[in-house]
């Protein structure tokens, strides 16, 4: 009879599983036997495939690609970063992809150990420019963005002299590059630059899927930017009154052309006072497409605060917002139903149209994960996963780590599947170890239906690893579910360690 594979794409380490039969749903008995796929280019703190996003076919053999990144590779700058896109089919490497305009060191205003970071977050919203390919979006954490000019020549002064010297340092940016040929589509600016030093506005380090609001017939993009300053830059000075530090914007751009859509913010009358000196609530730090939620046919959006404080809630529990993709209007309010100081509630990795409709309503529901979230038995940062109903924001599963340990952020990523073929969306959920404990991490299949745990995917013990001084791989850091891979008719999966050691190189990651 025979077998069938499933791939484990592990944020530094990709596992090969051979299943039993080719009949049958998988079961928790089903066995999986991982293979790996080494940084092709280790370094230290490198962090191979800290992002993984899988694409439709973009080297015509049939099978879906894979997008990641090493957000933090040194290139010609320091903490430069470069994207690639893997084969789904065997994971060689089809292409790079380098910032159009990479930064780092001294040179460009940063420290002489930091840079941009390109490839920070990865997105795919699918077609953009209409040749039947998946196109990709790529972003920087701290791309410092100059908006004067130098000897003529419009954004060609570095950053870095005496202030004021007309820089935005650590803004962000965004490209959308080709799937086929990696040719830059658009380029997203923050729309409301910070114009003050150090503001650190992060726009571009989270991107997601918007579905097509503009009905045009391309999908349309949503991007964060959780540390602006509401209004633009007032954080820097005393802050008045009016004046919201860090409460953060997020935006949605025509896919097709790169415009501004539409700008969210945080409804006034959530803003935490006549005005906030810092952490605001982060607006933006997560943003996602769950699909259409209201029945109108255009897909909402969903973007959390994952640092604000709703009223009578312990400090920087979190808030999400489910906004309507008609309107921008906000359509519910969804609150941490273990209310946690610092929990970050909402501050997630989700893939598009995740986690779907589980509760067979016809409605896609809504998924999220406590970042800071403390365990039901006292454990440190444990992590904790909910699933509410998309049209009326009920409760509809809390999920917790089958193995529960200190600092393993568990709930981080989550991608859809449908693993045992009941037509019912099953969640791909993995942890983000972070300190304090076991930090393998692992990453697990649940039932959509009733939260029950499906299977669990975990490091062989030959790949565990413990650095007493850097934890370790943080298997489950990134878990996505492309599909069939290898064409035997069962589901593949995606997981990540970016902080596997990979022959005495620290954090290489391995995929």
Not at 335 to 354: E, K, L, R, V
Request: negative net charge.
């Amino acid at each position: 009879m025979p077998g069938r594979i499933l791939l484990v794409l592990t944020l530094g380490v990709l596992g090969l599983g051979t299943l039993t039969s080719t009949a049958a749903a998988a079961t928790p008995s089903t066995v999986f036997q991982p293979f790996a796929t080494p940084n092709p280019e280790p370094q230290p703190g490198g962090r191979w495939g800290e992002r993984l996003v899988a694409a439709n076919d973009l080297n015509g053999d049939g099978v879906k690609d894979i997008f990641t990144a090493t957000p933090s590779a040194d290139g010609q700058y320091v903490d430069q970063g470069r994207v690639y896109l893997l084969s789904g089919k065997d994971r060689s490497i089809l292409r790079t992809i380098d910032s159009p305009e990479p930064q780092g060191g001294t040179n460009f205003g940063f420290t002489a150990t930091r840079g941009a970071k390109f490839g920070f977050y990865i997105s795919v919203p699918g077609d953009l420019n209409g040749d039947g390919k998946d196109d990709v979006v790529v972003g920087t954490d701290q791309q410092n963005v100059y908006t004067g000019s130098k000897n003529g020549v419009p954004n060609t002064a570095p950053c870095g002299a005496a202030e004021p010297n007309g820089c935005n340092e650590g803004q962000g940016k965004a490209w959308a590059f080709s799937g086929a040929t990696s040719r830059v589509l658009h380029v997203f600016d923050n729309p409301d630059p910070q114009g003050a030093p150090g503001n650190n506005a992060r726009f571009g380090s989270r991107i997601g899927r918007a579905g097509d609001v503009t009905a045009d017939g391309v999908p349309d993009i949503i991007i964060g930017a959780s540390n602006n300053d509401v209004p633009a830059g007032c954080g820097d000075e005393a802050v008045a009154a009016g004046c919201f530090k860090n409460q953060g914007q997020s935006y949605i751009f025509n896919g097709a052309t790169g415009a501004l859509v539409r700008t969210l913010n945080l409804p006034v009358a959530d803003q935490q006072g006549a005005s906030c000196s810092s952490n605001c609530g982060t607006f933006g730090l997560s943003v996602q497409g769950p699909g259409d939620t209201s029945g109108d046919g255009v897909p909402d959006q969903l973007v959390d605060a994952a640092n604000y404080t709703p009223a009578g809630s312990p400090a920087g529990v979190g808030r999400m917002y489910l906004f309507d993709g008609s309107s921008g209007a906000v359509l519910l309010r969804i609150d941490d139903p273990d209310p946690q100081a610092g929990a970050t509630f909402g501050f997630q990795d989700a893939a598009p149209n995740s986690p779907g409709d589980v509760n067979g309503d016809g409605t896609p529901d809504l998924y999220a994960h406590g970042f800071g979230q403390d365990g039901p038995t006292g454990l440190v940062d444990q992590g904790r996963a909910w699933v509410f109903n998309g049209r009326t924001g009920a409760l509809i599963h809390t999920i917790d780590d089958p193995t529960p340990t200190a600092g393993g952020t568990f709930g981080f990523s989550l991608s859809r599947t449908d693993y045992n073929k009941d037509a019912t969306p099953d969640l791909y959920i993995g942890q983000a170890p972070h300190g304090g404990g076991d930090e393998n991490g692992g990453t697990y299949v649940f039932d959509g239906r009733d939260a029950s745990l499906l299977k669990a995917l975990e490091l062989p013990e030959g790949d565990r690893q413990i650095d007493p001084g850097d934890g370790g791989p943080s298997l489950g850091f990134g878990a996505a579910a492309p599909g069939d891979l290898n064409g035997d008719g069962e589901a593949d999966y995606l997981g990540g360690a970016p902080f596997f050691n990979e022959n005495g190189v620290q954090d290489a990651g391995r995929i």
